[in-house]
Nanobody, 129 residues
C-alpha cells in the first residue's frame, strides 16, 4: 500500500519562505515501471481544493497554478521518493492545508485531484503576522 507523508508545514510571516515535503513509501512495481506524478494541492477553510503544482518522476516536467507560479518551486529526489515544494514570498492567501497525491505514470491533467490514486493527510501552512 502506497503511503504519502507530508511534513514541513508551520507558521510563517508574509513574505517569508517555507519548504514542505512529500515522502512516498510502498511503491508497487507498476509505479517503478511507469514512473509517477506527484501533485500538491491545498484547501483553505470554506474553499474548494486547489491544484498548486505537480511534477513527473520520469523527466521532471512540472506545472504550477497561476496563483503560485514564480513564487513556488517543485522538485524531486527520485532516490528518496520525495517531492519538495519550496514556497517563497508567501502571502496570507497561501494559508491552507497542503496535500500531496500520487499517480502512476504521467497524467494529462495533473491539477485534477481525481487523476490521482493516493493522497496524504496534509500539513498546515499558515501565513500570518
Amino acid at each position: 500500500q502506497l503511503q504519502l507523508v507530508e511534513s514541513g508545514g508551520g507558521l510563517v510571516q508574509p513574505g517569508g519562505s517555507l519548504t514542505i515535503s512529500c515522502a512516498a513509501s510502498g511503491f508497487t512495481w507498476e509505479y517503478y515501471n511507469s514512473g509517477w506524478t506527484i501533485g500538491w494541492f491545498r484547501q483553505a477553510p470554506g474553499k474548494e481544493r486547489e491544484g498548486v503544482s505537480c511534477i513527473s518522476s520520469n523527466d521532471g516536467s512540472n506545472w504550477y497554478s497561476d496563483s503560485v507560479r514564480g513564487r513556488f518551486t517543485i522538485s524531486r529526489n527520485n532516490a528518496k521518493n520525495t517531492v519538495y515544494l519550496q514556497m517563497n514570498n508567501l502571502k496570507p492567501d497561501d494559508t491552507a492545508v497542503y496535500y500531496c497525491a500520487a499517480a502512476r505514470g504521467d497524467i494529462s491533467w495533473c491539477w485534477d485531484y481525481d487523476e490521482y490514486d493516493y493522497g496524504g493527510q496534509g500539513t498546515q501552512v499558515t501565513v500570518s503576522s
